[in-house]
């Protein structure tokens, strides 16, 4: 048992990190901010002059970026272009203004001039042509669809988690819409758990679903979170494999620029039957084992490092939109 003061400086310390994390998290989530930047790139595209470039971004990246951007895009011959396809001075703000700033921030300057396809949204679909996309399904014939990292603003944030896994409440938690059936029968299932403190904070005050919202941090307080795919991917997954809780899921069916069918059951998180009937095991398992969470953990951690290097993420997209344009026309 620690001393009195020893834990109310430990307390102190923990609410200075979350603070100064939320603060952090506001700044990279504000819509301003990213309004303000995804402006100014419309602005250059639609003034500057087409740029000629000679060299080849491909020969800066390592290894392991080469490897993903053959992940990312798979196209492997020559094809053309429908009629509707556009440049990046074509593009709106109007609609999808965060897709749009973060796809100009790859096309410019390079790229401003060359025609291209663009799926904006919740896509778990193969497009006909080759188009980029923020998701896809996984599988080996979705060689249409080019992963971008899109919509960064929602699904790429990595806030500090400020607590440690032993000092962290043994409970499973998940917050999150309810719309889609796997979702609702998770919230059946679950909610009759004591070990599971889970909820759809949309809902009416009055049903028996309802929980209050929690925040990030808060939910970070928890050793065992949840990632439940929704329309596509899950959005908490990498928040949630960047913290120092235990990530639970099913085997994910979509995939993004985070490319979780990399991602591998046991070693990066543990994965949950499709009907969610292992709840109650992986929870006794991984109270008796923290050894092995914990390892797991480390493992989900390093994963997310890869994604944290703005320079070469941006960089590395660049390279899927010159392989891109190398192969339509």
């Known amino acids: 048992m620690p001393h009195p003061l020893l834990k109310e400086q430990i307390n102190l310390k923990i609410i200075v990190?979350?603070?100064?994390?939320?603060?952090?998290?506001?700044?990279?989530?504000?819509?301003?901010?990213?309004?303000?930047?995804?402006?100014?790139?419309?602005?250059?595209?639609q003034l500057a002059p087409e740029m000629k470039f000679k060299e080849d971004l491909q020969h800066r990246l390592n290894k392991s970026q080469l490897d993903r951007l053959n992940k990312y895009c798979k196209l492997k011959e020559a094809i053309s272009l429908p009629a509707n396809a556009q440049s990046a001075c074509q593009l709106s703000l109007k609609k999808y203004s965060h897709y749009v700033s973060d796809l100009l921030k790859v096309l410019t300057p390079r790229f401003m001039h060359q025609n291209f396809l663009k799926e904006f949204g919740d896509v778990t679909w193969v497009p006909n042509s080759p188009t980029f996309v923020k998701s896809r399904p996984i599988g080996d014939h979705n060689q249409n669809s080019v992963l971008l990292p899109l919509n960064v603003r929602r699904h790429f944030v990595f806030p500090q988690d400020p607590y440690d896994f032993h000092l962290k409440v043994s409970q499973i938690i998940w917050r999150g819409a309810s719309l889609q059936e796997p979702r609702k029968h998770f919230l059946s299932y679950a909610s009759g758990l004591q070990c599971c403190d889970v909820g759809d904070p949309s809902l009416a005050l009055s049903h028996m679903h309802y929980k209050k919202r929690m925040s990030l941090f808060e939910q970070m307080r928890y050793k065992y979170l949840v990632s439940l795919e929704g329309n596509?991917?899950?959005?908490?997954?990498?928040?949630?494999?960047?913290?120092?809780?235990?990530?639970?899921?099913?085997?994910?069916?979509?995939?993004?620029?985070?490319?979780?069918?990399?991602?591998?059951?046991?070693v990066h998180y543990v994965e949950l039957k499709e009907d969610y009937s292992n709840l109650q095991l992986v929870f006794d398992y991984y109270e008796q084992h923290p050894a092995?969470?914990?390892?797991?953990?480390?493992?989900?951690?390093?994963y997310t490092r890869q994604f944290k290097d703005a320079v070469g993420e941006r960089l590395l997209a660049q390279c899927v939109a010159e392989n891109y344009f190398h192969w339509t026309r």
């Open 17 to 45: 990190r979350v603070a100064w994390a939320t603060i952090g998290l506001a700044w990279i989530k504000s819509p301003l901010r990213l309004q303000l930047r995804g402006l100014g790139l419309w602005i250059f595209v």
């Open 232 to 266: 596509d991917v899950a959005s908490n997954l990498k928040w949630i494999m960047n913290s120092n809780s235990l990530c639970l899921m099913p085997k994910p069916r979509f995939e993004t620029w985070f490319l979780e069918s990399e991602l591998q059951a046991g």
């Open 292 to 302: 092995e969470a914990l390892q797991i953990i480390h493992r989900a951690q390093a």
